[in-house]
């Protein structure tokens, strides 16, 4: 991933990943991760609506009913408030519910239990019960997902104590990150994005946990530091190739847990590069990326000059015809773009022209 | 009237075929959810409605719309990404509407629009009004709170609605007994207080009749009623295919209702001559639909930011 | 059981008096929903359970958390917001909980239990426990949605769960029938496939039995059941006093139920020693509780961001 | 307002608000800012839960049901989803309905349709359709409300672009926001905070509106610029009386709308002042405090050096117990003492003794 371009420099990488034979997707990746979760412990379970259905939300339950039959398995009723309060429940007793959603847009039917109920529950009942619960939910793009079908919420998850947030952008993450959240002993929302189902990574084939407290700096670089955040780590780390065309370093990370959140990586690479892009999959107004660049400026304050800005959803609704679809969102071209004039303190005016190798995944429906 | 139904029927299960067929051509950068089977339950609701009475649908809304007077050219370009869709392409499949033919909107949600219709219906009694409103969604969306919490205020409000259930035994993959501990929509709806019965949603006279009887009681200030309509999709959940190779169902269960198809029911009680001066029509009218779409622009990059809020709206956005 | 039940009724209704008397001396900074009048469907239908079965309740709760078991010490110094007290000062009047007991917890939001109560059954069942769990809720909380999808689920897994709802008729200040446009809440219950019947909540007998009869079928593996019970509230929703001066009811709704009040029956029914004899010991319980929660300390500030998550807290709260 | 010590300075204050002689309280603000609206405008409605109850939402609502009859004045069913999805569904017709809810937290039961429909509809209808809804709500505070009716959810709202947020400070900006937001075409989400009730102000008789995009600057100062949200504008307020004590003026300002929010006026006082502190009466993370200094950050990199600050409910979940509730919450001595440390560059120590004159309200309850 470092570029043979890049500057030398002492920090190291904190990318000590285990070098795995293996190449799965992200979405047998889940899978995996729930399979082994749910052989190591009884008390794991896996429900929502259609996780037991012939799609089997993308593949990523697929072959679970079979193994740990319809108790374990199951699907439910179009109740997501109520199926959030029984997982809570079940959590409750011991359990170690993992409730998946096919759009994030639908969380917001459950917000009462999500955020009044599953996040307070351990502090406001004096540390006497937890919530081991599991929230699976999946950012759709592109293709005409439309207004309701699109959207990344993890902003107001972050915004509350007692939950915590992860949006793996790899295969690798995908498996390590949703058993640490199986193994949680608290509630945490576990952001997927459809088009990185898709994504293909070494896995390793034991069980394994990512856990929160440590960001991936993902590609090493002196002159700008990118923040990609889910499905956004993906086109910042095309944007990084285009930047190098140029001459520009990017050091790229993935926060991959978002709350808790790491930003002494962030701040450091910051305090050397000077400057930051953030980039999410989400709307940038109170979301990750306000908070990232609030936190890094907050904590270099005085220490060095800084260059910032947040890329995300345009601070629109989201539109389904490709027209408009396609300017609702950062892409590595216009990411590349922002990073330069980032560090060329100014705008350039430069897009990168397309390379083939680095298009966009185009997803293609139905759903 | 024989004529109309075929008309409106056979309207809509064309178009839909040819969205079907259009769709590998990947020009209709849009999730489709098809009506294909269920037509009947829209055309014999909406034939009974008044042009100033409102419909709220769902994502799965083709029929709905085209069966309550919405744009047709407006429609495909829509399915289209155009400029001229009936929403500038921003809604797309899902998020038809129509304010001029009373098509006030549907969600990709489900259950949503059950209570936006009961608010409709609200303001319309506030008025003095003698319009109703109807209320079209799944058998899966009776699942929701929002269903019971809806249908509490309905009759709490005594409103002019028109609840229809489109109980096609499915949501996606899902039977309804796998999904309702008591598979009995009608109970529900009664012990809410809304007067309920069932009906055979390929029987398009008798819906019409019944709603029309019906809605005598809830124009004159009877309160909300409640349709349960049995019907089966045809195609797959989402898309243009067929799924029965899921294994999730199986093709014999669909059989039945292909044979009691009022489409092709009422086409062979009409005259040849009447039936094929119609299908000419409807042919012309959804090739020039088509047409409309392909030949329409798509909106310009400006139209991502406008539409936010009702006044300069670039200004606020900026912020 | 006469003295048994006494004894559960008095000793709550006395804590809520007293609750209620040094509530003008504002040490307890917390509202308080007084069960006051309420108490018989807390004791009749805890008092057929066994420690092992499982209770959640609203906030409400006083009554319910008392005839579950849940310690009294523990609950007055919650109310003076001491370290000592059930959740460490950190959730007051509301949100009562004691794990020892099978007091699985409280909330201010209404209805929000419901779903938590199925969910704990559905984990009892997998566990092929043959616990039970009783879910106690308002009137009111049947007006949310999450009440009848809890219902739904409750009956597709045959759930080891008894529902009681708690009909005081009121909703704050709002009378049922002002918020229901069919006050019928069994036959919603029964419309969604489970058994249901309305019991008299002054009645501790009557809710005593029928919950044991009921509870065989329930731990059997015979699915849920929903009792009704009627009840009524003689103080004002929230404090310490009274609300027949609002308005919205009349104090003569209330006297029926003072005159059926079981807290006096049931004194009437017991030999005068061993009447007095109870109501010594439990007297003195409670003042040895309010001492219990006076003497105790309040929390230490560094409490304020311990039992966010389980694991160092301050260190993840910080980041 | 204005200290007498207060710095010469050029820039207008743009407090601009005419002198009235009436004063008025909040609640009865807000009252009659409804009043007036619904004799106005035959097509307003108010409704909520016990809006028609003898309390009448703190008497907010008193008086209305009287003179507008009970179909355009009534108490609801406990549903919060289906209300909330009614009033869109009036709105869509053409009526202006204001639903209120006695507590903010209630409004996660309300997040579907308000996010999902009501902020969406005018944009993925094309502009065929406008919700002119406001959502009345309030915050909690003290005296024991605890996790569940203590919380301030702006934040989440302003993430969400096709709705506006507001959160007047005043009995003069209840009145001309709440008019404002009734007359706005747009869905609008309108914050009250419990104590605020009891504030009293000057507030002309006739209507008027307070509209977006102004932000107030309520006092004028030349070292330090003090945000103050909500309820907290009333804390800054008596911060900035503490920092006079100490020969520090602080400029405060009460942005009034959140969403849009007038970054200008912020951002214009910072680049005078340098030192950004901003108050919320929420949660920091991902809140409109963390939009606030990120906004702040972007606009003046480069122009000038900043201090910058946040604070907010403490990072947990609110406590009852009034030995916890205090510390959850910032307060006008830890502002002042903070506001000192940014001025100074580095922690002082300083925390001011507790001037009776500036002594918080206490709610006494019950609730
Ligand atoms: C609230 C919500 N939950 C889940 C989904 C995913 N989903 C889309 S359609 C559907 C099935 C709906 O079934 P039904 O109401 O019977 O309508 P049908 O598709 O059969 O017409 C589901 C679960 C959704 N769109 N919205
Ligand atoms: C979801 C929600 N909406 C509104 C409220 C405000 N509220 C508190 S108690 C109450 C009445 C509940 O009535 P009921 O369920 O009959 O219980 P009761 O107080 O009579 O015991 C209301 C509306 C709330 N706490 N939660
Ligand atoms: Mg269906
Ligand atoms: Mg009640």
Redesign the interface.
């Known amino acids: 991933m470092p570029s043979p371009l890049v500057k030398a420099r002492s920090t190291p990488v904190r990318d000590a990943r285990p070098v795995a034979e293996r190449t799965l997707s992200y979405v047998d990746a889940v899978r995996e991760a729930a399979d082994q979760e749910m052989s190591r412990d009884p008390a794991v379970?896996v429900f929502g609506?259609?996780v037991d259905?012939?799609?089997a939300i993308q593949g990523t339950t697929r072959g679970l009913l079979e193994k740990y039959g319809p108790?374990?398995v199951f699907?439910?009723?179009?109740?997501?408030?109520?199926?959030?309060?029984?997982?809570?429940?079940?959590?409750?007793?011991?359990?170690r519910?993992v409730h998946v959603h096919i759009r994030m847009?639908?969380l917001?039917?459950a917000?009462?239990?999500l955020?009044?109920?599953a996040?307070?529950?351990?502090?406001?009942?004096?540390?006497?019960?937890?919530v081991p619960l599991v929230v699976r939910s999946m950012i759709g793009k592109s293709?005409?997902?439309?207004?309701?079908?699109s959207?990344g919420?993890h902003?107001?998850f972050?915004?509350?104590?007692?939950i915590?947030v992860v949006a793996p952008s790899t295969p690798y993450d995908a498996k390590g990150c949703l058993a640490a959240a199986v193994r949680d002993?608290?509630p945490v929302l576990y952001v997927e994005h459809r088009l990185l189902h898709f994504q293909k990574g070494p896995v390793p084939e034991s069980a394994y946990t990512v856990e929160?407290g440590t960001a991936r700096i993902t590609a090493v670089g002196e002159d700008v530091t990118i923040v990609g955040i889910s499905y956004m780590q993906v086109e910042c780390l095309r944007a990084a190739k285009y930047l190098e065309d140029v001459g520009i370093q990017a050091e790229v990370i993935d926060p991959i847990w978002l709350?808790?959140?790491?930003?002494d990586t962030i701040a450091n690479s910051v305090e050397r590069t000077g400057r930051l892009l953030v980039v999410d999959t989400a709307?940038t107004?109170?979301?990750?990326?306000?908070?990232i660049?609030?936190r890094v400026?907050?904590r270099l304050?005085?220490v060095r000059?800084?260059?910032?800005?947040?890329m995300g959803f345009?601070?629109?609704?989201c539109?389904?015809?490709?027209?408009?679809e396609d300017?609702?969102y950062p892409t590595a071209r216009t990411i590349a773009s922002a990073a330069r004039d980032l560090v060329e303190?100014g705008p350039t005016g430069w897009v990168p022209v397309e390379r083939p190798d680095l298009q966009s995944i185009e997803f293609?429906?139905?759903? | 009237m024989r004529a109309r139904l075929f008309r409106a029927l056979y309207r809509i299960r064309r178009l839909e075929e040819e969205v079907a067929r259009v769709y590998a051509s990947d020009r209709i950068k849009s999730p489709v959810h098809l009506s294909i089977g269920q037509e009947a339950v829209s055309v014999g609701v909406c034939t009974a409605l008044r042009p100033d009475d409102i419909v709220f649908g769902t994502y799965r809304g083709h029929a709905l719309y085209l069966a309550k007077g919405g744009d047709l050219n407006a429609m495909v370009a829509e399915l289209f990404g155009k400029a001229t869709g009936c929403t500038m392409g921003k809604g797309g499949s899902m998020h038809l509407i129509d304010p001029e033919a009373g098509v006030m909107g549907m969600s990709a949600v489900v259950g949503t629009t059950i209570a936006n219709a009961a608010g409709y219906a609200y303001a319309l009694k506030l008025r003095r009004s003698d319009s109703v409103v109807v209320s079209f969604f799944g058998d899966g969306a009776t699942e929701e709170g929002v269903f019971t919490e809806t249908l509490n205020f309905a009759v709490l409000k005594h409103l002019p609605v028109l609840f229809v259930c489109e109980n096609n035994g499915y949501a996606i993959h899902t039977h309804q007994t796998r999904r309702q501990g008591r598979a009995d929509i009608c109970a529900k709806a009664e012990a809410f207080g809304i007067p309920a019965e069932r009906l055979d949603g390929n029987d398009v006279f008798g819906l019409l009749t019944r709603t029309q009887e019906v809605l005598k009681s809830v124009r004159a200030g009877g309160g909300p009623w409640f349709l349960e309509v049995s019907t089966y999709r045809w195609r797959e959940h989402v898309g243009p295919g067929r799924d029965f190779q899921l294994g999730f169902r199986a093709e014999a269960e669909c059989e039945p209702w292909i044979a009691a198809d009022p489409v092709t029911r009422l086409a062979s009680e009409l005259s040849v001559g009447e039936r094929a001066a119609i299908e000419a029509e409807v042919e012309e009218e959804i090739a020039a639909a088509f047409a409309f779409a392909e030949a329409s622009p798509f909106p310009a990059p400006g139209e991502l930011m406008t539409d936010i809020f009702q006044e300069e709206p670039d200004a606020l956005a900026a912020r």
């Open positions: 379970l609506l259609d259905d012939p799609k108790e374990r699907g439910t009723p179009l109740s997501e408030d109520a199926m959030t309060g029984a997982a809570i429940g079940m959590a409750l007793a011991g359990l519910p847009d639908f917001l039917l917000m009462n239990q955020v009044n109920v996040a307070k529950s351990r502090y406001m009942y004096g540390g006497r019960v937890h293709w005409g997902q439309g207004a309701q079908h959207q919420l902003g107001m972050m915004h509350v104590p007692g915590k002993n608290n929160p709350s808790p959140l790491d930003v709307w107004n109170c979301g990750a990326a306000a908070e660049v609030a400026a907050e304050q005085g000059d800084l260059r910032l800005k947040r345009a601070p629109t609704t539109p389904t015809t490709p027209a408009l300017l609702f303190d293609k429906g139905p759903f």
